[in-house]
């Protein structure tokens, strides 16, 4: 069963500083995403990552994926408030494309 | 192009009744996910349906829940008599084999 495991689970940073989420995943896939989801709302599509080596960046976010280490990283740099939120990491599976989501990581990023 | 459509946003139900949730996906999409959000927590997944076709219910309590995605309209997720733990959140996200979208959730408040 694909098992998807996140650390950290809570994460409280000053704003400016560099940090990094991971996601290690349990099985192989296809197809890794990262959403963000503000409180009472729904997720954002952030990035889907796809191949062994794949970085994306947008903003001060980037995310990477090593598909045999079967890990995926999203680092923020120098954070501003506006990043707090919860970040959640999700994978699907090769068999047969259900996503299966990580607990997720409440970013709380103070001004 | 709107996105998944999900309604009602809010469902106010008490214990006995019964709860039916909709999704219509993005326009061109033939995949439909339900997941359930408990306050604080990740997003547990329900069902994986295709037009027609239950995928994969390895998500859904053996009682009370069903799920369909017919040839024509929205999926339904119904919840037959509703218990105070049914409260949550209910998100449904669509694909076409790439990247998922989310809709906006249904908050299910069983009183």
């Known amino acids: 069963e694909l098992k998807v495991e996140q650390n950290p689970l809570f994460l409280s940073m000053q704003e400016g500083k560099n940090y990094t989420i991971y996601c290690n995943y349990s099985?192989?896939?296809?197809?890794l995403y990262w959403y963000r989801q503000d409180p009472g709302k729904s997720l954002e599509s952030l990035f889907v990552?796809?191949?062994?080596?794949a970085v994306k960046q947008e903003g001060r976010l980037m995310a990477s994926l090593d598909t045999k280490a079967r890990l995926s990283t999203l680092h923020i740099t120098a954070a501003v408030h506006d990043l707090s939120a919860t970040y959640f990491c999700?994978?699907?599976?090769?068999?047969?494309?259900?996503?299966?989501f990580g607990k997720g990581t409440r970013l709380h990023i103070l001004p | 192009n709107a996105g998944v459509m999900q309604n009602p946003r809010h469902l106010v139900r008490r214990r006995g009744q019964e709860a039916r949730l909709r999704c219509s996906p993005m326009?061109?999409?033939?995949?439909v996910y339900w997941y359930r959000q408990l306050p604080e927590e990740g997003l547990k997944f329900m069902v994986y349906?295709?037009?027609?076709?239950?995928?994969?219910e390895s998500g859904m309590p053996k009682e009370r829940f069903s799920a369909e995605f017919p040839k024509e309209g929205p999926s339904i997720l119904r919840i037959q008599q509703v218990v105070r733990g049914d409260s949550a959140a209910y998100f449904c996200?669509?694909?076409?084999?790439?990247?998922?979208?989310f809709g906006q959730g249904t908050r299910l408040t069983v009183v």
């Open positions: 996200a669509s694909s076409d084999r790439g990247k998922a979208f």
């Open positions: 099985t192989t896939s296809d197809r």
């Open positions: 990552l796809l191949s062994n080596g």
């Open positions: 999700a994978v699907d599976t090769n068999r047969d494309d259900k996503i299966i």
């Open positions: 326009k061109g999409h033939s995949h």
């Open positions: 349906l295709q037009k027609e076709n239950i995928i994969d």
